[in-house]
């Protein structure tokens, strides 16, 4: 597509539930990032992914978080068991290749009641 | 990983002031990337400057990499420019970009 497409924009959930959140990257890019930001500060890094393969998973908070990009386009952040400390606007970036430019998508604003 | 610190963390500027805005990083980057957080919440990219000096309209970066600092200049601001800046390196053996807390930045008319 155009741009990096985040779907959905916007997402209210009860703690406990999954949510599933994902991103369609701008078309022939290689690389893909998931960050969080937090009201007042900025993004922060969760994970990345050249192609399907996932490089780096250093910044996933703990194992209710989970990514996956199967066949190298569309990727999917799983949140298991949300908690009201999850609430955040969760960005995506793709780039032509690692240590390119990123280009991120509008996010989807995540709340947990 | 690498470190990057912005300054000022808040800045008010009447219309037509300029400013700079700071970026220090804790290493030497391969790429430094500044972004425009609208208040829509969207990231906008400005500029893709690891090193050198670059010019868009009213606005110009320059990055010092030897020196590990970038500084981003706003002239004649106007209201539209208010946001929040954010800039992002990486480097240090990694290619994934790390932002600072940002400067936000409102313009008055």
């Known amino acids: 597509g155009a741009g990096v497409s985040q779907s959905p924009r916007y997402k209210v959930t009860k703690r406990g539930q999954d949510v599933a959140l994902r991103c369609d990257p701008i078309s022939g890019h290689v690389s893909l990032y998931w960050y969080r930001q937090a009201l007042g500060q900025g993004p922060e890094f969760l994970t990345y992914f050249n192609y399907e393969a996932q490089q780096d998973k250093s910044g996933l908070p703990n194992d209710r978080f989970s990514a996956e990009r199967p066949e190298g386009s569309i990727s999917t952040l799983t949140i298991q068991r949300t908690e009201q400390r999850d609430s955040a606007m969760y960005r995506c970036?793709?780039?032509?290749?690692?240590?390119?430019?990123?280009?991120f998508g509008e996010g989807s604003w995540l709340t947990v009641v | 990983g690498i470190q990057v610190e912005q300054s000022p963390p808040d800045l008010i500027l009447q219309e037509g002031a300029n400013s700079t805005l700071r970026c220090n990083f804790s290493?030497?980057?391969?790429?430094l990337q500044w972004f425009h957080q609208n208040p829509w919440g969207q990231l906008i990219n400005l500029f893709y400057i690891p090193s050198g000096t670059k010019q868009n309209g009213r606005l110009s970066a320059t990055t010092v990499a030897t020196e590990r600092y970038s500084l981003l200049y706003i002239s004649s601001s106007q209201t539209t420019d208010s946001g929040v800046y954010f800039c992002a390196a990486d480097g240090g053996g990694s290619y994934i970009p790390t932002f600072g807390r940002g400067t936000s930045l409102i313009v008055h008319p």
């Open positions: 290493d030497s980057v391969n790429n």
């Open positions: 970036a793709s780039s032509v290749s690692s240590g390119n430019t990123i280009y």
